[in-house]
């Protein structure tokens, strides 16, 4: 059992930065592939970026290619997003998850998920 919870979501302007947080439970951490995924009002949960339990190989959709970066310290049981020049289409709840399985893009392969933080970016 993973127990995941979101922080560092907030109200930015466009062109701004935040960095999202992700705080893992369990002492197992490190075996799993860690995604962040974005979802908006009447639309489905989309893929943002994900890495390897080592965090040596990511993946990112091109719509946030070079502009968000996804990390993880696993002596803290943590997984960052670091965004920069938001842009207001990047405003969504986004929601962090814990993948043992395999290396997916698919939200529906991931077993557990955090309970979602607020990004808002104005223009």
């Known amino acids: 059992q993973v127990q995941l919870v979101e922080s560092g979501g907030g109200l930015v302007q466009a062109g701004g930065s935040l960095r999202l947080s992700c705080a893992a439970s369990?002492?197992?951490?490190?075996?799993?592939?860690m995604g962040w995924f974005r979802q908006v009002p009447g639309k489905e949960r989309e893929f943002v970026a994900r890495?390897?339990?080592?965090?040596?190989?990511?993946d990112y959709d091109d719509s946030v290619k070079g502009r968000f970066t996804i990390s993880r310290d696993n002596a803290k049981n943590t997984v960052y997003l670091q965004m920069a020049n938001l842009k207001p289409e990047d405003t969504a709840v986004y929601y962090c998850?814990?993948?043992?399985?395999?290396?997916?893009?698919?939200?529906?392969?991931?077993?557990?998920w955090g309970q979602g933080t607020q990004v808002t970016v104005s223009s």
């Open positions: 369990g002492r197992t951490f490190t075996r799993y592939a």
């Open positions: 890495l390897t339990s080592s965090g040596i190989t990511t």
């Open positions: 998850a814990a993948d043992s399985t395999g290396w997916t893009r698919y939200a529906s392969a991931y077993e557990y």
